[in-house]
């Protein structure tokens, strides 16, 4: 299968921060993928990079091909890309920003434009400056979309929507994925990834750890179970994968990581009348990732 | 509670007026230096430059001398160092004190207001109109580091006995100079309350600084209209006299006029909505895609109010040197101490080319100033992120910059030969015998200082973003005390070679080194292809 995006030891250093290390990411053509991290992560520098608006310190990056730091005009011609924060000129209004990205860009399904102001809501003949911050995002949002282009890199491209429009931008992601078209979002709304992505990225303070279908992060994250015996709850503190216990009378919550053999077995002599195991929300996968205390345990190369 | 909101409200107070006083009062500092040496300057040069009682007689002919009065004010006592002090830098720099504090003012209020920021001053324990009054005094804070400076250089140098101008004299000067800020300060207060953006209410205070000018010239034009002096807040100054047997009542109508605009704002920010103009402003408008079809032309879309403005400016400045030709001639012909100040900017000849060889290094400044705000332009697209939206299409940086720049280019010929054309009109109407093609020559040969000074702006952009626009307008502010300074002594060859200005022949006066002009501008051009080369590897770089 074609890959739209490569990146191989892709790192920025700004000054003494290493805000980007050692990105090593593959994305075939035609896959929605989520990319998550918190603020600093490092996210809107991949995007950066991936644009050519930035130098990469270190490794390389190409998108359908195309090295994205020795040819970004060859890049953009497949590209839309959507700002998180949305800087337009103030003098122009919605209809003249359109005409004008449309025209530089090169290429505008015009029945789809329309329909995507309709969609949303839009209002184009108000100036920029009279737009309020969710009616920039919509705009430069139409911009990047009616393009129709083969992949769109997404930074953060909902925050300041209403929910009904959230909605509407997820019908979108859905019609580029049916078009064949390849999508890189950026996202801080985990009910939006999980939602409309095939894989997701998490990225912490500027590396990849852990990449996959959220079914394999799952797999591969802590359980949560509760339990309740009757009698006393037993020590679990040296039972292999078993960790975060809390014991509240007769009932137990705790994580367990790997095989629920060993807890079964602890718990054998307990009389257990009550056992429930929940597999991680992407909420609580994110949380593993970031919390103090649980991410090393979740995380595959204990980063 | 009541206690404790009482000092929320005394903090919030503070927080403006002093973030506002921090921001106003650096450049108001900067610019006061930049008077306090001009002024200075033109006093400690009287001595030398006119150093007989002959040649200081010669200067007093030009007194009542209507062309010189219509372009710069009244002529008084130009035996003296007073006199000629006044004359030679006063409604100089009070223009330019104007034009600060009305671009000061505005960024500080309406500027703040488009950025989002005053919401965050407004939203805390403050009013709308307490917030504006508070943010008006600290911008006064700026007025005073203006005046600081331009107090105490000119005292400082009015103690030698050569000069000998007292400190109360120094003082009133000062205070004339500075009223200038004030005034436009609470007019671009104003337009900030009124307008809906800062760039609308730039064109309003930049049309009452226009209005005011032309008032002052018509009466400083004719006797019978000198009326029409007390119409204007430049005419105020006038009527001031600094250095010239001051007249403080004049400070009257200068009091009333900036306590009316501050008291109309408070009033106005209390009870507009935030974001919007006192003023109605249409919400709707038919889309105009006129020129917005590719980058060259968004360019072109974007920087034309601008252009046009320089362009209006530059163009009545030429039609001004024109129309005063003749007349300025004849008193250069009969005036040796001008003469000999012209000299040393090596025009040796007299009469109208003379006169026009000397006011062209001005129009030179302008235009440089004038291809600045290019570079600033060039450089606030990418600061403000919206070049992003361009770079991130199929648009090349390369080519970004060098169609920004072209244009750039072709309003610096475009503006220069304008200059001279007007030139030509004025010259014409009074009957001059001076011909198109020789102005026009002498209009394009003030360009290459200003492509100098563009490939040097563009330069620093390719390779320090954040330090162009102020490295741009420093070279300017060299160059041109310079200037000054080669009109006043025979300074140092060194020296001289820094400034571009000086590197070009005072055209029509002399015939235009073409040699020299290509150089300049081969040198421009060199740094611009270099500035071009640095932008295509660098990091876009934000605020």
């Keep these: 299968m074609e890959t739209a995006i490569l990146t191989q030891g892709l790192s920025k250093t700004f000054g003494d921060t290493r805000a980007l ?165 950026s996202s801080h709304i985990l009910a939006e990834v999980e939602a409309v992505c095939d894989r997701i990225a998490i990225l912490r303070a500027g590396r990849l750890v852990e990449i996959g279908t959220l079914a394999d992060m799952r797999h591969l994250s802590a359980l949560q179970v509760d339990a309740t015996v009757d009698g006393v709850v037993p020590d679990l503190s040296h039972v292999p994968g078993v960790g975060a216990v809390e014991v509240e009378g007769n009932r137990l919550r705790c994580r367990v990581v790997g095989s629920m053999e060993p807890l079964v077995a602890a718990l054998a002599g307990a009389n257990v009348r009550h056992l429930v195991s929940t597999e991680p929300s992407l909420e609580e996968l994110f949380l593993a990732y970031y919390g103090e205390d649980a991410a090393p345990e979740g995380s595959p190369d204990g980063a | 509670m009541e206690r404790e909101g009482g000092a929320g409200e005394r903090r919030a107070a503070r927080t403006v007026a002093v973030t506002t006083a921090r921001r106003a009062a650096r450049p108001g500092a900067l610019w006061g230096l930049v008077f306090g040496a001009t002024i200075a300057a033109s006093a400690i040069s009287y001595d030398s430059a006119f150093p007989t009682s002959a040649a200081r007689a010669g200067l007093t002919r030009l ?53 989002g920021r005053w919401e965050l001053f407004v939203s805390g324990h403050t009013s709308r109109g307490r917030a504006a009054l508070d943010a008006t005094i600290g911008l006064g804070a700026g007025a005073l580091a203006l005046w600081i400076p331009t107090f105490l250089l000119p005292a400082a140098a009015g103690a030698s006995p050569k000069v000998g101008i007292g400190i109360g004299a120094s003082l009133f000067f000062a205070s004339a100079i500075a009223s200038g800020a004030l005034m436009f300060m609470a007019i671009g207060i104003l337009a900030s309350q009124l307008a809906s953006t800062r760039h609308d209410a730039n064109l309003l205070g930049a049309a009452i600084l226009a209005v005011s000018y032309l008032l002052r010239m018509v009466a400083d034009s004719d006797a019978r209209l000198a009326w029409t002096r007390w119409l204007s807040p430049i005419g105020w100054f006038e009527e001031l006299r600094p250095l010239t047997g001051s ?44 020129l917005l079809s590719g980058q060259a032309g968004l360019t072109l879309r974007l920087t034309r109010p601008v252009i046009a403005a320089w362009i209006a400016a530059l163009v009545a400045t030429g039609l001004v040197f024109g129309l005063v030709v003749q007349a300025a001639g004849n008193a250069l012909a009969t005036s040796p101490g001008i003469q000999e100040v012209i000299a040393r900017l090596g025009v040796t000849n007299a009469g109208a080319a003379a006169y026009l060889g000397f006011v062209f290094v001005y129009a030179a400044a302008l235009v440089a100033i004038a291809v600045a705000s290019q570079v600033s332009a060039i450089r606030n697209e990418e600061a403000a992120g919206r070049l992003d939206n361009l770079l991130v299409r199929p648009v090349a940086r390369w080519r970004w910059l060098a169609v920004r720049l072209a244009v750039g280019a072709g309003f610096v010929l475009l503006a220069s030969m304008l200059v001279g054309g007007a030139a030509w009109v004025g010259a014409v109407s009074q009957h001059s015998s001076l011909g198109l093609g020789r102005l026009l020559e002498a209009g394009v040969n003030v360009a290459p200082p200003a492509i100098f000074v563009l490939g040097v702006g563009a330069f620093v952009f390719g390779l320090w973003p954040r330090a162009a626009i102020g490295v741009t307008y420093a070279v300017i502010v060299w160059s041109f005390l310079v200037e000054i300074l080669a009109a006043l002594v025979n300074s140092n060859h060194w020296l001289l070679d820094t400034s571009p200005f000086l590197h070009v022949t005072p055209a029509p006066a002399t015939a235009p080194d073409w040699t020299a002009g290509a150089w300049l501008a081969g040198l421009g051009l060199i740094a611009a292809v270099g500035g071009v080369l640095g932008f295509v590897r660098r990091d876009l770089a934000g605020p």
């Design chain 1, 21 to 185: 290390i050692s990105l090593d990411l593959e994305v075939p053509r035609g896959e929605v993928i989520g990319y998550l991290g918190p603020n600093g992560a490092g996210k809107t520098t991949t995007l950066r990079l991936l644009l050519g608006l930035i130098r990469a310190t270190e490794g390389r990056a190409e998108i359908f091909g195309i090295d994205c730091q020795e040819d970004p005009v060859g890049v953009h011609r497949g590209v839309a890309y959507v700002p998180g924060e949305v800087n337009l000129w103030p003098s122009l209004t919605g209809e003249e920003t359109l005409h004008l990205l449309g025209r530089i860009q090169g290429s505008v399904d015009r029945t789809y434009r329309d329909a995507l102001i309709e969609r949303f809501g839009f209002d184009p003949s108000k100036k920029v400056r009279s737009y309020s911050k969710g009616n920039r995002q919509k705009l430069i949002l139409i911009a990047g979309l009616m393009s129709r282009a083969d992949l769109l890199l997404l930074d953060e491209p909902t925050s300041g929507l209403d929910p009904l429009m959230e909605r509407a931008f997820r019908d979108c992601v859905q019609e580029a994925r049916e078009h064949g078209q390849t999508v890189f979002l």
């Design chain 2, 63 to 115: 007194e009542g001398n209507t062309a010189f009065e219509a372009l710069f004010g009244p002529i008084r006592r130009m035996d003296t160092v007073a006199g000629y002090t006044a004359y030679k830098s006063g409604m100089f720099v009070f223009v330019l004190a104007a034009i600060w504090g009305l671009l000061v003012a505005t960024r500080q209020l309406r500027g703040e207001e488009d950025a």
């Design chain 2, 247 to 290: 007249r403080p009542l004049a400070f009257v109508p200068i009091g009333v006029l900036v306590i009316a605009c501050v008291a109309i704002s408070v009033r106005s920010a209390t009870r507009r909505d935030l974001g919007a103009g006192a003023l109605r402003t249409r919400d709707r408008f038919r889309p105009r895609t006129f």
